[in-house]
């Protein structure tokens, strides 16, 4: 019997060139918009990253946002060199990570899950886009900012900041004084030509009069103008929500999984590796 010819080491770095990790998640532009922006020159200050690699090709990738509280994780690539970055090179104590579904087992070589959200990331372009804006909206900058925490609560000032609110494309819908539905994108790549929509919210009292997909339409019908694709995540088990969007002319591009995670002790590692 001839024995299966062993793969290259894997190597694992964090000195690769941001040039380079574009081009691994460019792969799949559209799943790893989130990462594609966070590479953008104007936040590359932001982010901190680790590849994979087998004989100097990367094979795996994972990202990490340093900039915001609840480190916000991407990452991709094969299974086993997914694995060696999460064992050998990430210490954060905890993550949101979002990472295909083949990805569960790379993360949990290293951490535990929370919970796992299972998540569709859905996308839209010119061609297929349908607006449906039924109420009167408003474009959100930074002198509504206080009426942006207002509606999203007070936790969310850490969050939400004027730069942000200039920097990103919101819209709100008021009742009088009051904001009662907002939605916005969440990061935006004009180098990769992706917008990312999200923070979708009605007050619970104004729920169900279409006002979401007013919101929703409106930062879509913004995005597009300025970029080729816009996508947006949401639960597989959202049906209302899905059908919603997909009425918008948004159609799924991939599944993922997303949730918190958090460092799993020596033992559990060591444990890990042995199964």
């Known amino acids: 019997m001839t024995a299966a010819p062993l793969l290259p080491e894997i190597q694992v770095s964090e000195r690769t060139p941001a040039e380079s990790v574009r081009e691994f998640f460019v792969a799949d532009r559209l799943l790893a918009a989130y990462a594609l922006a966070d590479l953008d020159a104007s936040d590359v200050e932001r982010a901190r990253w680790w590849t994979a690699s087998r004989s100097d090709s990367i094979v795996a990738a994972a990202l990490v946002v340093e900039a915001l509280p609840f480190r ?42 929370e919970r796992v959200d299972r998540m569709d990331r859905m996308v839209t372009d010119l061609e297929s886009f349908q607006p449906r804006v039924t109420h009167t909206v408003t474009r959100l900058t930074g002198d509504e900012l206080e ?19 200039e920097r990103e494309i919101y819209f709100g819908i008021y009742s009088g004084s ?45 995005a597009l103008e300025q970029h080729a694709d816009v996508v947006l995540n949401v639960r597989q088990d959202n049906a209302p929500a899905i059908s919603v969007y997909t009425r918008l002319g948004y159609r799924r591009h991939a599944q993922f999984i997303e949730g918190p995670a958090v460092r799993r002790n020596a033992f559990d590692r060591l444990i890990g590796r042995i199964r």
Do not use: K, W
């Open 72 to 113: 916000p994780c991407f990452a991709m690539g094969e299974t086993d060199a997914l694995s060696t970055i999460f064992r050998e090179a990430l210490r954060e104590p905890r993550l949101v990570v979002s990472t295909p579904p083949a990805g569960r087992i790379a993360v949990e070589a290293a951490y535990r899950f």
């Open 178 to 222: 009051n904001l009662v539905s907002a939605a916005g994108t969440h990061v935006r790549s004009h180098r990769s030509g992706v917008a990312a929509v999200g923070n979708v919210l009605t007050r619970l009292s104004y729920r169900d009069r279409g006002m979401a997909t007013s919101v929703t339409s409106a930062v879509t019908t913004a």
């Open 147 to 165: 009426d942006v925490i207002d509606l999203y609560g007070h936790a969310s000032r850490q969050y939400f900041t004027a730069d942000r609110l």
